[in-house]
Structures are given as structure tokens and as C-alpha cells.
T-cell receptor, first 115, second 112 residues
Framework: GAVVSQHPSWVICKSGTSVKIECRSL??????MFWYRQFPKQSLMLMAT?????????EQGVEKDKFLINHASLTLSTLTVTSAHPEDSSFYIC???????????FGEGSRLTVL | GENVEQHPSTLSVQEGDSAVIKCTYS??????FPWYKQELGKRPQLIID?????GEKKDQRIAVTLNKTAKHFSLHITETQPEDSAVYFC???????????FGQGTRLTINP
């Protein structure tokens, strides 16, 4: 299968700081990537759809000014959590669709802990 | 938009027995239904998927059935093994569509 890599795998930061998470498709080009958030023992909730070369599409209730998404190339999307607070602590997972098959490939996930 | 409901939320079975997880979806236009397995702290892994032009698909001990009329699909795991213990998510989307909508997840525990 295709490979999607996410970095960092975990990060601890102080409240008020910003954190950037990278998502890379290593062996295919992805015009579209997706960012999910997963709280403990809960499902994956789609935050936004990242489109290469254009603005991201955010789901209802997700603050676009807090969760900045940049998809500058066909293999890289970044999620920046700005002015992070403890309630932003979560497992953030990106995914990318290879071709038009419908199958999504997920990154390893990034566990964010805000103190 | 699409809404996916998954049941049960937890399931415990004896090793060797079968496990069944059920999902319903709301959007009749959805035509792609994947199932993911997620172990603690790891990424979801696709284990099987089915498209709306097929009623059943099987891969060794895993099978998925789809009832388009009733808008529900199920995951069947036979001869369960301890390594099958994980959280399983169903999902639904339209082929080529942007979004994949996930069910709430089922925590499956296989008791030795």
C-alpha cells in the first residue's frame, strides 16, 4: 500500500504556543489530504480537507484561524495549532487518497499534549 | 450529509468464535464502504472494503456484507484470535467524494 508519514509523532507544549504537524505522502502525489482529530476512546472526526494550491475546507465547528492548514505541494500538508490550550490535546491524524480508488492511507498520527 | 451509526460500541467474544459489527448509513448516494482496524495509539489500517455494486466480499477470516436497500453493512470476523482485539471503524463515502465519514467505533476484545 501507499505510505503516508506524519511528524512529529508526539509533542508536548506549553499553553499559548503554536505547534506544526506535517503530513507527507512518500510514494504518491496527493492533491487532497484530510486532517482528523481523535479524542480518547472516540471516533475520528474530520477537521478539514486540505487542497493543494488552494484554501482548506473546514468542517462545521472547526476554527480555521486556530487550525491553520497549508498544502503547498502535492506531497506535503501541514496543520498548525495556534495558541494551543489544554483542550486542544488530542491525537491528530492525517490521511491522503491515492488516485480515485477511494482508499485512504493514514499517517501514524501525532499526539499533542498541551500543558 | 452522510451519517454513519455503528453498533455495538464494545464487543467481547471467546477466541475461536465469530464477531459481527454492524453499521448503517443515511446517504443513499454513498457507494464505498471501508472497514478500518485501529490498535491503541496507532493509525487506522484498512482491512476490507466493499463497493455498492457488490453484496458481499470475503478475505480469509474477514467478510463484509452490504444491504443497499436497508442501507446497512456488516463486518464478520470468523475464528477470532487474540490479535483481532482492536477498535474497528466502519466508514462510508461516495466514490471520488472528498469526505469519508466514520462510525463511532467498536472495541473488540477476544478472550483466550
Amino acid at each position: 500500500g501507499a505510505v503516508v508519514s506524519q511528524h512529529p509523532s508526539w509533542v508536548i507544549c506549553k499553553s499559548g504556543t503554536s505547534v506544526k504537524i506535517e503530513c507527507r505522502s512518500l510514494d504518491f502525489q496527493a492533491t487532497t489530504m484530510f486532517w482528523y482529530r481523535q479524542f480518547p476512546k472516540q471516533s475520528l472526526m474530520l477537521m478539514a480537507t486540505s487542497n493543494e494550491g488552494s484554501k482548506a475546507t473546514y468542517e462545521q465547528g472547526v476554527e480555521k484561524d486556530k487550525f491553520l492548514i497549508n498544502h503547498a505541494s502535492l506531497t506535503l500538508s501541514t496543520l498548525t495549532v495556534t495558541s494551543a490550550h489544554p483542550e486542544d490535546s488530542s491525537f491528530y491524524i492525517c490521511s491522503a487518497r491515492k488516485g480515485n480508488t477511494g482508499e485512504l492511507f493514514f499517517g501514524e498520527g501525532s499526539r499533542l499534549t498541551v500543558l | 450529509g452522510e451519517n454513519v451509526e455503528q453498533h455495538p460500541s464494545t464487543l467481547s467474544v471467546q477466541e475461536g468464535d465469530s464477531a459481527v459489527i454492524k453499521c448503517t448509513y443515511s446517504d443513499s448516494a454513498s457507494n464505498y464502504f471501508p472497514w478500518y482496524k485501529q490498535e491503541l495509539g496507532k493509525r487506522p489500517q484498512l482491512i476490507i472494503d466493499i463497493r455498492s455494486n457488490v453484496g458481499e466480499k470475503k478475505d480469509q477470516r474477514i467478510a463484509v456484507t452490504l444491504n443497499k436497500t436497508a442501507k446497512h453493512f456488516s463486518l464478520h470476523i470468523t475464528e477470532t484470535q487474540p490479535e483481532d482485539s482492536a477498535v474497528y471503524f466502519c466508514a462510508a463515502t461516495q466514490r471520488g467524494a472528498q469526505k469519508l465519514v466514520f462510525g463511532q467505533g467498536t472495541r473488540l476484545t477476544i478472550n483466550p
